[in-house]
């Protein structure tokens, strides 16, 4: 008798997958010191190194409201609609190191995302104890670990990196998860050792 076969999960982070925190920073930088920063000028470059002020990411993150108000990335929201569907996906974020932000990160989950259940929701310290299939993340500290396959989701700090297979935006991310599911006919969890 054939044992029931698991959906293929996938692990999706927040910050610079669903929420555009790039923009933000450029905002809070713009508002904070009145000058306007490049998006070029932030290619290759570390997110705590990107401002003039070294300290101004480092501080912003900290600052109450910085999490709950940061803009969606487009397409986001409807393709997690699609991939929920056939998937079980789940929000990753590491949230432990700036504990104000748990609240924040939840709440602003419950605004644009209240298709994803609370038990869908990981909120940790450290990615490497994720063990979902996939896993969709635009740091590499969190993808070079990964057990399952890394998708590298597109960002100016990530820009020159090659080592994962690569994602520009959420229409990629539609295509990609089709296509494997055309290619193996399939949407069940491959078996795992």
């Not at 397409?75 to 104000?100: C, H, N, R, W």
């Not at 104890?129 to 969709?136: G, Q, S």
């Not at 193996?184 to 078996?191: A, E, I, M």
């Amino acid at each position: 008798m054939e044992k029931d076969k698991k959906r293929i999960s996938i692990g999706v982070d927040m910050d610079g997958v669903l929420a555009d925190t790039e923009t933000h920073f450029i905002r809070y930088y713009e508002n904070e010191s009145g000058q306007k920063v490049d998006r070029k000028s932030l290619l290759g470059v570390a997110e705590n190194e990107a401002f003039p002020d070294k300290t101004a990411v480092p501080r912003y993150v900290r600052l109450p409201g910085f999490f709950r108000t940061l803009p969606v990335i487009r397409g986001s929201v409807e393709a997690l609609a699609v991939l929920t569907k056939e998937y079980d996906v789940y929000i990753v974020s590491a949230a432990m190191e700036f504990p104000q932000s748990l609240f924040e990160k939840k709440s602003w989950l419950e605004e644009y995302f209240p298709f994803i259940s609370w038990r869908n929701i990981v909120f940790c310290g450290d990615k490497r104890i994720i063990n979902t299939d996939y896993l969709i993340d635009d740091h590499l500290k969190n993808l070079d670990h990964f057990p399952g396959i890394p998708i590298m989701f597109t960002a100016s700090h990530n820009i020159h990196y090659t080592n994962h297979h690569r994602v520009n935006n959420w229409e990629e991310i539609l295509s990609y998860f089709h296509n494997l599911s055309e290619l193996s006919g399939t949407r069940n969890r491959p078996d795992r050792p």
